[in-house]
T-cell receptor, first 113, second 116 residues
Framework: DGGITQSPKYLFRKEGQNVTLSCEQNLNHDAMYWYRQDPGQGLRLIYYSQIVNDFQKGDIAEGYSVSREKKESFPLTVTSAQKNPTAFYLC????????????FGPGTRLTVT | AQKVTQAQTEISVVEKEDVTLDCVYETRDTTYYLFWYKQPPSGELVFLIRRNSFDEQNEISGRYSWNFQKSTSSFNFTITASQVVDSAVYFCALSERNSGNTPLVFGKGTRLSVIA
């Protein structure tokens, strides 16, 4: 089955710890994205990558980092510099053109206490 | 700058009623795409439709229909004979082609509750 996987579904961390969220796709898509969703805020773009070894900041990149070493994988690290990391994180992918429709994974709900 | 406004935060309807979700967008580009997504309680966003700026034909897919009007910068979504399974948050989104293939910008979503 082709799709996007994110693991785990729920993640709990202590304040001050870095945490990495995984995102893997087998759709052979070139572009991948990370969004953050807070209640009533819609989706906000954190980072996106159009090709391997290249990525661009989105609207709220501060306190986050990414890597794109393989086409299939786009992990997101939430660093201790992120002031309010508790949120629902969604990964998506699309064909090489960012303006086309994106397909989403099931999301990871991160809680930092 | 591009912007998407979904003025309806929450809507409740009784099963079998028709319901329209509003979406108004702003863009300076002449070539752009509009999208609708559904987010059920499970959390995963499901792609429903993409419409490009040159195609103003309305689209119907089963109980779903979309009305695109460039004159009012709107891309509204109607569900006919709503069902409980339609309960979800619905997002409208916009992307621009001429400004460098920008990723999608999402509205804040409309939460639809269909009551049996």
């Amino acid at each position: 089955d082709g799709g996007i996987t994110q693991s785990p579904k729920y993640l709990f961390r202590k304040e001050g710890q870095n945490v990495t969220l995984s995102c893997e796709q087998n759709l052979n898509h070139d572009a991948m994205y990370w969004y953050r969703q807070d209640p009533g805020q819609g989706l906000r773009l954190i980072y996106y990558s159009q090709i391997v070894n290249d990525f661009q900041k989105g609207d709220i990149a501060e306190g986050y980092s990414v890597s794109r070493e393989k086409k299939e994988s786009f992990p997101l690290t939430v660093t201790s510099a992120q002031k309010n990391p508790t949120a629902f994180y969604l990964c998506a992918s699309s064909t090489g053109t960012p303006s086309y429709e994106q397909y989403f994974g099931p999301g990871t709900r991160l809680t930092v206490t | 700058a591009q912007k998407v406004t979904q003025a309806q935060t929450e809507i409740s309807v009784v099963e079998k009623e028709d319901v329209t979700l509003d979406c108004v967008y702003e863009t300076r580009d002449t070539t752009y795409y509009l999208f609708w997504y559904k987010q059920p309680p499970s959390g995963e966003l499901v792609f429903l439709i993409r419409r490009n700026s040159f195609d103003e034909q309305n689209e119907i897919s089963g109980r779903y229909s979309w009305n695109f009007q460039k004159s009012t910068s709107s891309f509204n979504f109607t569900i006919t004979a709503s069902q409980v399974v339609d309960s979800a948050v619905y997002f409208c989104a916009l992307s621009e082609r001429n400004s460098g293939n920008t990723p999608l910008v999402f509205g804040k979503g409309t939460r639809l509750s269909v009551i049996a």
